[in-house]
Nanobody, 124 residues
Framework: QVQLVESGGGLVQPGGSLRLSCAAS????????QGWFRQAPGKEREFVAG????????AYTDSVKGRFTISRDNTKNTVYLQMNSLKPEDTAVYYC?????????????????WGQGTQVTVSS
């Protein structure tokens, strides 16, 4: 079992920034991939960004390209999501997740471990 804990969410004005963190503990392996998903009220859970622990390969959904940056610190077993130029439509609960097979995939059903989520609210 892998435990994931998200932090860094909060209330921010449009155009502002937040940095989310996801710390992993338990049994982890070098070939894991970690992704960020978000879910707004009345909407499906959507893929936001992902990264491979070993090689640093990244992927982003089109709506956040150029604004969000995913990164990792392997020595701390932590993945970050730097969110800049935030928009009201970014408001959602953000979850981190791990795919043990190592692929950065957009389907939530392909991920094995999930955190509890952290709320991001973008509002004037």
């Amino acid at each position: 079992q892998v435990q994931l804990v998200e932090s860094g969410g909060g209330l921010v004005q449009p155009g502002g920034s937040l940095r989310l963190s996801c710390a992993a503990s338990g049994r982890t392996f070098w070939n894991y991939a970690q992704g960020w998903f978000r879910q707004a009220p009345g909407k499906e859970r959507e893929f936001v960004a992902g990264i491979r622990w070993s090689g640093g390969t990244t992927a982003y959904t089109d709506s956040v390209k150029g604004r969000f940056t995913i990164s990792r610190d392997n020595t701390k077993n932590t993945v970050y999501l730097q969110m800049n130029s935030l928009k009201p439509e970014d408001t959602a609960v953000y979850y981190c997740a791990i795919n043990r097979e190592g692929g950065i995939l957009s389907s939530a059903s392909r991920y094995d471990y999930w955190g509890q989520g952290t709320q991001v609210t973008v509002s004037s």
